[in-house]
């Protein structure tokens, strides 16, 4: 099993560029969710999914846009990117979305806007 | 406040046990209680978790206050493969929000 694979691993961007940040995995999870990690600010929560269809806004959902069409797949879309969106993004995955479900974690993407 | 409190840093000897300490007095009575580590330009890596009672697996153990207020995570002989940030994180019981914290930077002294 891949686990969860994101991608890319590293993306510089211009100011005001969209891109969409990959996430996939392959454990028939059905929980799945997004998060930022800013230097001395721990891990923070974007967006999360709960199943196909539903998604729901975290800790920090500004700027940041997801849908769940599939188990398998979450992407997280940036729409205008800004300086303050450089940042590493990670995507997890747990198998339920109950809290004694432990999540699995990707391996980040780097992301810089310039 | 969903987060928990942590000590930002500490230190051990090589092959010594290690208790990392973290406290959580507003936890409710359904919020598991998540220990994950992360190891430089790595995504986080599940350790253990736990409810009431104390906990082991083959990475740690979960020691896990009376009133569970607070919580120790114990490694039982430090490698110097367990230098990392620990995140204790304490999870509701629906939706697996996890409020990550700043963590505790453990360093393994050789």
């Known amino acids: 099993n891949a686990g969860v694979t994101q991608t890319p691993k590293f993306q510089v961007l211009k100011t005001g560029q969209s891109m969409t940040l990959q996430c996939a995995q392959d454990?028939?999870?059905?929980?799945m969710s997004w998060y930022r990690q800013d230097p001395g600010m721990g891990l923070r929560l974007i967006h999360y999914?709960?199943?196909?269809?539903?998604?729901d806004q975290g800790e920090v959902p500004n700027g940041y846009n997801v849908s769940r069409s599939t188990t398998e797949d979450f992407p997280l879309r940036l729409l205008s990117a800004a300086p303050s969106q450089t940042s590493v993004y990670f995507c997890a995955s747990s198998y339920t979305h109950y809290s004694n479900s432990p999540l699995h974690f990707g391996n980040g993407t780097r992301l810089t806007v310039t | 406040d969903a987060k928990t409190t942590q000590p930002n840093s500490m230190e051990s000897n090589e092959e010594e046990p290690v208790h990392l300490p973290c406290n959580h007095s507003?936890?409710?009575?359904?919020?598991?209680i998540h220990w994950y580590r992360q190891l430089p330009s790595q995504g986080p890596e599940y350790v253990i978790h736990?409810?009431?009672s104390n906990v082991n697996n083959r990475m740690a153990s979960l020691a896990i206050a009376e009133d569970r207020k607070s919580s120790t995570l114990i490694l039982h002989r430090a490698t110097l493969r367990d230098a990392a940030v620990y995140y204790c994180i304490r999870n509701r019981r629906t939706g697996n929000q996890f409020y990550f914290g700043t963590g505790t930077s453990l360093t393994v002294i050789p």
């Open positions: 507003t936890i409710s009575g359904t919020d598991y």
């Open positions: 736990g409810l009431t």
């Open positions: 999914s709960v199943g196909a269809g539903i998604t």
């Open positions: 454990m028939n999870h059905e929980y």
